[in-house]
């Protein structure tokens, strides 16, 4: 069975500063791939990036990147010079086959 | 290019009853899959159709219950409502393919009494 834990309910972060959130996975499958979603009050969940696992480098989309630690099974999502329009939950996540797992997400505050 | 649609947004319904709610997929979308999101409990896996066959369903009572159409639009039910059953509703659709983004729909919010 495949599981996803998010041990950061909440987070806040100053705005133009860092945060990290963080996740751990664990799965016996060897092909899968690794997201971090993003789910803004009242509005549609978003892809933020994608992770394959069988990729050594980390994957990075403008502003956020992530730190893909595949012996760890540690997936954790950085976001750079936070805007307010980063404030949501976020959710991590791992493909199985023909379905999704989710965390628990972490809610991230960003102080103006 | 129209997202994810689902119908509809917001519901209240009594214990015992029973629900249908509908999601529209992305146009050539063949892949829908359903997810229930409860405070603390995150995004649970329901089920996943692609082209009007179930490939995997998670671990819920039969009271849950889903199709697909040959247009790709999608439907889950529950019956016998219980109060636990209260959530947000989700659907996304996908090309199908592990791995593959999900787009999700805005939600139908479900409420129990």
């Known amino acids: 069975a495949q599981t996803v834990t998010q041990s950061q309910p909440e987070m806040s972060v100053q705005e133009a500063e860092t945060v990290t959130l963080s996740c751990t996975y664990d799965?016996?499958?060897?092909?899968?791939?690794l997201f971090w979603y993003k789910q803004p009050p009242s509005r549609q969940m978003i892809l933020v990036i994608r992770?394959?696992?069988?990729?050594?480098q980390n994957a990075t989309e403008n502003r956020f990147s992530v730190n893909f630690q595949k012996a760890a099974k540690s997936f954790s999502l950085k976001i750079s010079d936070s805007q307010l329009g980063d404030a949501a939950m976020y959710f991590c996540a791992i493909s199985g086959t023909y379905k999704y797992i989710f965390g628990t997400g972490t809610r991230l505050k960003v102080l103006a | 290019k129209a997202g994810v649609t689902q119908t509809p947004r917001y519901l209240i319904k009594t214990r015992g009853q029973q629900v249908t709610l509908s999601c529209s997929p992305i146009?050539?979308?063949?892949?829908v899959s359903w997810y229930q999101q409860t405070p603390g409990q995150g995004l649970q896996f329901l089920f996943e159709?692609?082209?009007?066959?179930?490939?995997n369903k998670g671990n819920f009572p039969g009271r849950f219950s889903g199709r697909q159409f040959s247009n790709s639009r999608s439907e889950m039910n529950v019956s016998t409502l219980e109060l636990g059953d209260s959530a947000l509703y989700l659907c996304a659709s996908s090309g199908g393919q592990n791995g593959g983004e999900l787009f999700f729909g805005e939600g139908s919010r479900l409420t129990v009494l």
């Open positions: 992770q394959e696992a069988y990729k050594q």
């Open positions: 159709y692609f082209s009007e066959t179930q490939r």
């Open positions: 799965t016996s499958e060897s092909d899968y791939y």
């Open positions: 146009s050539g979308h063949r892949s």
